[in-house]
């Protein structure tokens, strides 16, 4: 699983990708090189042979937010709103309508300090204001009463509510329009003016970054299902101009290069991709961008094929119908899996696999997960998410189609956020047919354990957006889980105070003391506190009380099983481990927790197989750099001191890789004579914590074998790790 990342905005009067134009002279002149916002807009926007502007479902008077506040009348002519108080009030009626709000509940948002006749005095001055304007433009602006204020424009003028409109709509047509009105961020020049006005602010452009980054991340993967170079260098470019650091973006570029044979201008956009992702997340670029660099390196690799659906149209309206209401955990809905082409029996294959996978993760407690005689009534239906979302009464949908040739099979899955419609993941499988049983099974295993993963990191980015005055006990825990696996001091702090006030509104929540339990280790692990026995003892106590609250939640034995490692009961954290991974097969962080205790001083074989399995199950998890570090220390114990390196070296590169992953990678490679690279790694280490020595390596990893604790007390002080 990708780090979970907030867009970074660039503002929509600055060129696209400055970067790539600097570093290459001639890109100016090539489709590449033309501002995002003139590539990807067309003319007009056509619905049922009616002609529209580009950016607006209908003719007539346009109000944008994105990228800019901007008011015009019918004939496109700008109306002067230049009351900053003025133009919050019109975007946040704008946002909120249909609803009417009370005029109490605008003055106390935009005049939070002033007392409250004096703030409603002053609503009915900038109310005054935009009656006036509209007036002297023959334009209604809002409609007002003795209590509320309402938006009287059409909705459909405002670029905000057209862009989700035409997003849900789905087809390539209304997904370019929707591209086009993703101009920047929700009104970028807008300072806050209170605490309440600063909080939706912030909310309302995290809801717009998202929806802008699915449609992109929709169109892009369309333009590259059919084939047209110029719309992924067009949509991918102006995807950049809104996130500079979206690695996918980046990727479809790469790919778009390689495919037109210019592998050098793929390789300077990995490193224009690189500078990005360092300078706005310091972080170093995904495996999936580091490989992809490699195979248009290495293996000049044919063009990549990408499997695209037909766009979902709208199914019959459902909208009348009891909406049920959304349940407090995560809810998803499995749709029966489509065949594209191929044998007749692939459609009991893909119902095969779409069950198989229902099944799984209906075992798991921390997902509400719809029965399949409701989902699967959508079979062969045109799929509008909205729609679908709101009859299942579900935050997520998972989709998917099977294409078959001869002997080969490729699977196709989304993971939908059912409001926007924006893709939140997909992925392409490609298996032989052998082993029809065997493949379903492997496939339903995968797919399960990556839409778990996926969902819970929508909710930790969810958690982000919401003030946090209004955090409900959910939110708070995955907003916590967010700072926990940052795995820094102020970060886990942060965590476990965000742990402690979900407990107040649940406190018979097995998780939350499962989270409280990891604050713990970490303290004890990384030496924070200097009480590492007084820390071990805290994560045992509330492991116990999670196991005791819910004693089959396999993330409360994961957090005993950690715990009893902290306190040097290593059989016994081997069975708590064991159950965990019981109670959920698809449990990649129970894997990798097994790996972690079973390659110090357990059977090292054994560890790298439950690392294999927790990579196959997370292959981009946020603790991806323990996985791999696991797999050093298992072969350090092994003897095979160059994998050891070599896995160390991959841990290091993550994000997030803390002190003690450094230091694998530094005893790993002078173990492995890498002296320079174990040098490297050591001043690294000797710059983030100038105190570090061998001795608080061989304390964090107590159960290590005595020969492999030997090898690090000799090579330790040759790299300038003392003992």
Known sequence: ?????????????????????????????????????????????????????????????????????????????????????????????????????????????????????????????????????????????????????????????????????????????????????????????????SDGVDDWLAGERARFARLAAGILARLTAWCEAEGDRDGVASTAEHWLALDPACEEAHRALMRLHARNGRRSDAVRQYRICADAVRRCLDAEPEEETVELLHGIRDRHPAEAETVAEQPAGLLPDLSRSSRPVLPDRPSLAVLPFGTLGGPSEGGGFADGVAADVLVRLSRLRSLFVIARGSSFRFRGAQIDPCTVGRALGVRYLASGAIRTDGRRLRLTVELVEAETGAVMWSDIYDRRLDGVFDLQDELATRIAAALDDEIEAAEMRRALTVPPSSLDGWSAYHRGLWHMYRFTRDDNETARGLFQQALRTDPLSARLYAGLSFTHFQDAFLHRTGQRGIEAEHAYRFAEQSVGLDERDPTSHLALGRALWLL?????????????????????????????????????????????????????????????????????????????????????????????????????????????????????????????????????FHTLTPSVVDLIRRVGPSIGLQS
């Open 1 to 193: 699983m990708a780090v979970s990342r907030q867009p970074v905005v660039v503002r929509s009067s600055a060129p696209a990708s400055t970067d790539r134009q600097n570093a290459d002279p001639s890109f100016r002149g090539s489709p590449l090189g033309r501002r995002a916002s003139d590539r990807i807009r067309p003319a007009c926007y056509d619905r049922g042979g009616r002609q529209f502007p580009f950016w607006c479902g209908m003719a007539g008077p346009t109000l944008r937010l994105l990228g800019g506040f901007s008011l015009a009348d019918d004939g496109g002519r700008a109306l002067p709103l230049r009351g900053r108080k003025a133009q919050l009030l019109l975007a946040y009626v704008a946002l909120t309508a249909p609803r009417p709000i009370s005029r109490e509940r605008l003055a106390a948002l935009l005049w939070e300090d002033c007392e409250e006749r004096r703030a409603l005095h002053s609503l009915r001055q900038c109310l005054m204001e935009l009656r006036h304007l509209g007036e002297q433009a023959g334009v209604d602006l809002i409609r007002t009463d003795r209590n509320d204020v309402s938006l009287a424009l059409p909705p459909e003028c405002v670029d905000g509510v057209m862009a989700e409109r035409l997003a849900r709509e789905g087809t390539p047509e209304s997904l370019r329009a929707a591209a086009a009105l993703c101009a920047g961020p929700l009104l970028p020049e807008a300072e806050a003016c």
């Open 568 to 700: 040097g009961r290593q059989d016994d954290a081997v069975e708590e481990l064991s159950l965990a991974v019981g109670f959920n097969p698809n449990f990649a962080l129970g894997h990798y927790s097994l790996a972690f205790v079973q390659a110090q001083g357990g059977d090292a074989r054994a560890a790298l197989g439950a690392a294999d399995v927790a990579q196959r199950l997370s292959p981009f998890d946020p603790l991806l750099f323990g996985m791999l570090g696991a797999r050093a220390l298992a072969c350090l114990n092994l003897k095979e001191h160059a994998q050891a390196a070599l896995w160390g070296d991959r841990a290091a590169r993550r994000p997030n890789a803390h002190v003690h992953i450094q230091a694998i990678a530094a005893f790993s490679n002078a173990l492995a004579d890498r002296r320079e690279e174990a040098g490297g790694y050591a001043r690294r280490i000797r710059e983030t914590a100038p105190s570090y020595r061998c001795d608080d390596f061989l304390a964090a």
